[in-house]
């Protein structure tokens, strides 16, 4: 997978891919980030990106020109499976957009800015619009990078152990039931004497009753699905 991050502020995405599975994922060449600088796409010598809403209002727009220059650039070199907008208003991400989006090959995800994009960029550009929820951040840099660890993580190969993605808490629609590790007791705190049988079938039957419940109290909205 190849994902191309299109930001005005490229080096807030210098953290979340040098370490840890993001970073192991393209040592491996599994996942290629490449994070790209709009202002080098501006339209004159003071790197301009943004202006003023027409029809007034608060807040700056961003202009098309700069991302039609950058995108135009990109997709000259390549195909682009999907040209992905992070925005607030988006569809929400969650687990079957990740399952889905991980199986594509090349991806641009725009991180918006200001009071977002002239929207002649959504119509004429963009594939898809996500939100990573309902809220709103500075920008569209952090959105990216979380979407970017959710659907590499997906690539097999990337985690050492491959089941581990598949039993994800929304995989199946359930929330993951808890997990123990050593020592089995500490301070008077137990270990589930099921965990401890080595039964692996009663294993797999207490972990999906746990994963239920905890759906059921936790999420009703899942639960109801």
């Known amino acids: ?91 929400q991400l969650n687990q079957g957009i990740c399952n889905e989006l991980s199986l594509r090959k090349n991806i641009i995800i725009l991180c918006g800015h200001y009071k977002g994009v002239d929207q002649r960029v959504r119509d004429t550009f963009i594939t898809r619009e996500i939100s990573i929820g309902d809220y709103v951040l500075s920008g569209g840099e952090l959105a990216a990078a979380v979407l970017s660890d959710a659907l590499i993580r ?17 995989q199946d629609n359930l929330l993951a039931p808890p997990v123990y590790t050593r020592p089995a007791e500490y301070n008077g705190m137990k270990v589930p004497d099921v965990l401890l049988s080595g ?11 746990q994963a239920v419940e905890r759906t059921k109290q936790r999420r009703p909205d899942i639960f109801k699905e």
Not at 154 to 170: C, N, R
């Open 1 to 91: 997978m190849r994902i191309d991050i299109i930001t005005c502020l490229p080096r807030l995405l210098d953290s979340p891919f040098s370490h840890s599975i993001l970073q192991r994922a393209q040592d491996k060449g599994l996942a290629e980030v490449h994070v790209h600088d709009l202002r080098e796409y501006a339209v004159n010598r003071k790197k301009q990106l943004d202006d003023y809403a027409y029809g007034g209002g608060a807040g700056m727009v961003m202009m098309i020109e700069p991302i039609d220059r950058c995108i135009s650039a990109l997709k000259a070199e390549r195909e682009y499976d999907e040209i992905i907008y992070m925005t607030p208003d988006g569809e």
């Open 199 to 209: 039964h692996a079938a009663k294993i797999e039957e207490w972990r999906h009753e």
């Open 154 to 170: 997906l690539i097999p190969g990337v985690l050492s152990d491959e089941t581990s993605a598949l039993t994800d808490s929304f």
